[in-house]
């Protein structure tokens, strides 16, 4: 059974940092790409930063230059460091399993419970 557990998420003042953590189980992670996403109340999710099973990452727009997503294949874990944070980055985080293809991320029906990023002052 595929387990995706994301921690890390917390209550940050703007401008500062935190780092997300998703541990994955009951698969062979290695060979998989993975991706972050987060969803905030009243908008649609999105997609935040991907990773590729070679380490190539990619990032949307709005997060370049402040988020880093890195992975670590012996211990089943991708990362998302968060720096500068904005109250717009307000969101609950997610990890998603997939794959890609060409530029695009194509995700799978694997997706942990969430964390609560809340960016305020």
């Known amino acids: 059974q595929v387990q995706l557990v994301e921690s890390g998420g917390d209550l940050v003042q703007p401008g500062g940092s935190l780092r997300l953590s998703c541990a994955a189980s009951?698969?062979?992670?290695?060979?998989?790409?993975m991706a972050w996403y987060r969803h905030a109340p009243g908008k649609q999710r999105e997609l935040v930063a991907g990773?590729?099973?070679?380490?190539?990452?990619n990032y949307a727009e709005f997060v370049k230059g402040r988020f880093t997503i890195s992975r670590d294949n012996a211990k089943n874990t991708v990362y998302l460091q968060m720096n500068g944070l904005k109250p717009e980055d307000t969101a609950v985080y997610y990890c998603?399993?997939?794959?890609?293809?060409?530029?695009?991320?194509?995700?799978?029906?694997?997706w942990g419970q969430g964390t609560q990023v809340t960016v305020s002052s």
């Open positions: 998603n399993l997939g794959s890609y293809s060409g530029s695009y991320f194509v995700g799978s029906r694997y």
């Open positions: 990773i590729t099973s070679g380490g190539s990452t």
């Open positions: 009951g698969i062979t992670f290695r060979p998989y790409a």
